[in-house]
C-alpha cells in the first residue's frame, strides 16, 4: 500500500522559511516522481515543484523560482521542500503526490501517472 506522509507546515511571517517533508512507503521510491502542489482558498490546485527521485531533475512554477528548493534523500524515501523569502501569496495547503516515471519528465509523469496525495499541510504567511 502506498502511503504518503507530509509534515512542516505552520505559520510564519513574511520573508520567513518553512521547510516541508512528505514521507513515502509502499514504493520503488528511486522509480518515482515526487511533487508538491498547493491550494489556496477559493482558487484551484497549482503545481509548484517536482523531483525525479531516478536522476534528481526538478521543476519549478514561475511563481517560485529562486525562492523554493526541492530535493531527495532516497535513503530515507523522503523528498523536502524549503521555502524561502515566504509571501502571503504563498499560502496555501501545500500537498505531495507521487508518480511512477516511465522514463517521462517528474512533470510529466504527475500529470499523466499521478498515483496518489497526500493529506496536506497548512502554510500559512502572515504580512
Known amino acids: 500500500e502506498v502511503q504518503l506522509v507530509e509534515s512542516g507546515g505552520g505559520l510564519v511571517q513574511t520573508g520567513g522559511s518553512l521547510r516541508l517533508s512528505c514521507a513515502a512507503s509502499g514504493v520503488t521510491f528511486d522509480e518515482y516522481s515526487i511533487g508538491w502542489f498547493r491550494q489556496a482558498p477559493g482558487k484551484e490546485r497549482e503545481e509548484v515543484s517536482c523531483i525525479s527521485a531516478s536522476d534528481g531533475t526538478t521543476y519549478y512554477a514561475k511563481s517560485v523560482k529562486g525562492r523554493f528548493t526541492i530535493s531527495s534523500v532516497n535513503a530515507r524515501n523522503t523528498v523536502y521542500l524549503q521555502m524561502n523569502s515566504l509571501k502571503p501569496e504563498d499560502t496555501a495547503v501545500y500537498y505531495c503526490?507521487?508518480?511512477?516515471?516511465?522514463?517521462?519528465?517528474?512533470?510529466?509523469?504527475?500529470?499523466?501517472?499521478?498515483?496518489?496525495w497526500g493529506q496536506g499541510t497548512l502554510v500559512t504567511v502572515s504580512s
Open positions: 503526490a507521487v508518480a511512477p516515471l516511465f522514463g517521462n519528465t517528474c512533470l510529466t509523469a504527475l500529470n499523466r501517472y499521478l498515483e496518489l
